[in-house]
């Protein structure tokens, strides 16, 4: 029988109490494996392997997964130095617990910084039970962030070549069209976001710049253009 970390990685990560006893495993074995800190019970019957990262716990703590900024870090992608908790939820889930106590409810906790998401996904992806998938967190990232964040994450996916340039103008086109000013912010040579954020504001105070960087080939191959919708 497949290790209970092999069972959980197997459904993408996260399993249901019921996913886990399907395939076999003893309510004992589970209990031990909690206790003895191989797995790690994230929310009332969904466990996540050891070792995974803090943001998705906290955001299965939730109710979700990763989304907007939290999501685009974990895709390598320019994020700000820190930023709220981002995380998709089911459109009509109203149990939604604090990322840092799952005794909490969300609306009961005071200074709340969780960032809630809801709404249809374009398209899932293979780790849809612990992040939006790559062109949804991009979505997300236009529709919330402040411009000059959105510009900085979307210039570094066509830096690191996870977007084509073509798919990126279809994505930002799939919004109501006073977002396709954002097209001609975006520059794929920009070297990082610090870079980003500088040319934006001058760009907004009237002053072009020019990036004197080449951008990177390959990247993260996986996350193909065509995989984004």
Not at 170 to 180: D, G, Q, V
Request: aromatic share 4%; charged share 25%.
């Amino acid at each position: 029988m497949p290790s209970l970390r092999s069972i959980i990685e197997q459904l993408g990560g996260l399993a249901a109490t019921h996913e886990l006893l399907a395939r076999g495993v003893a309510p004992r074995e589970l209990t031990t494996a909690v206790m003895s800190g191989e797995v790690i019970r994230a929310r009332q019957g969904w466990y996540v392997s050891a070792g995974t990262r803090e943001d998705v716990v906290r955001a299965i703590r939730v109710g979700g997964r990763l989304a907007s900024v939290s999501a685009a870090a974990t895709y390598g992608l320019a994020v700000p130095h820190a930023f709220p908790l981002h995380v998709h939820v089911p459109k009509r889930d109203s149990r939604l617990r604090s990322e840092n106590d799952s005794r909490v409810r969300l609306s009961d906790e005071r200074d709340v910084t969780t960032v809630i998401h809801r709404g249809r996904l374009l398209r899932p992806s293979p780790e849809s039970r612990l992040r939006v998938s790559l062109g949804d967190a991009l979505r997300q990232v236009i529709r919330t962030e402040p411009e000059e964040e959105a510009v900085a994450c979307l210039d570094s996916a066509l830096h690191l070549g996870v977007i084509a340039p073509s798919a990126m103008s279809a994505l930002i086109r799939t919004f109501p069209r006073k977002y396709h000013y954002l097209e001609t912010r975006l520059d794929g040579k920009s070297d990082g976001y610090p870079e980003s954020v500088t040319r934006c504001r001058l760009l907004s105070a009237g002053i072009t710049s020019q990036s004197g960087h080449v951008p990177l080939s390959g990247g993260v191959s996986q996350h193909r253009a065509g995989q984004l919708f």
